[in-house]
């Protein structure tokens, strides 16, 4: 039988850093050594659509794909010592309503602790991206029209000649 784990319980804040916490814009959670949420602000909670408490009761995993660079992130920052970024890192979830990019920044605490820090990508970022995935589409849409000129011209040909 595996062991459980035993759960390390992240120390109240005072009230002027939560108030401070709470101030902050951007989502902010910290995770333990488990991945287990255990802080989350007001912007988080407005960011994944879900209460502070509900958020408190799940990993990290629960809310972002396995797959996500988040949690190479936070090995990284765990494994440096250091504080790590990365750059449009897209976050999604069917609650969040498709996927959002973000940039994060996640910096390590004591005892295996991180604290993620995810900032929303600009306006102007989200309008460049919908408009270079347009861009695609009308190529895309240019070559299956070009194409189908192709194969109908020999056939009008064929048809001419018979």
Do not use: W
């Amino acid at each position: 039988m595996a062991a459980v784990a035993e759960e390390k319980p992240l120390p109240a804040p005072a009230p002027l850093a939560r108030a401070i916490i709470d101030a902050l814009p951007n989502p902010l959670m910290v995770i333990d050594d488990q991945d287990r949420i255990c802080l989350v602000n007001g912007a988080a909670e407005n960011f994944f659509k879900t209460s502070s408490a509900m958020l408190m009761r799940h990993r990290l995993g629960d809310l972002v794909p396995f797959s996500s660079p988040i949690f190479n992130a936070v090995a990284q920052a765990r494994s440096t010592a250091g504080l790590v970024n990365e750059y449009g890192v897209g976050v999604g979830n069917p609650r969040l309503g498709g996927e959002r990019v973000v940039d994060l920044q996640a910096a390590p605490m004591t005892d295996g602790f991180v604290i993620i820090m995810l900032l929303e990508r600009a306006m102007a970022y989200r309008i460049e991206r919908q408009l270079s995935s347009r861009g695609a589409a009308r190529s895309v849409s240019g070559m299956a029209t070009i194409l189908a000129h192709e194969i109908k011209n020999p056939l009008a040909g064929i048809r001419g000649a018979a």
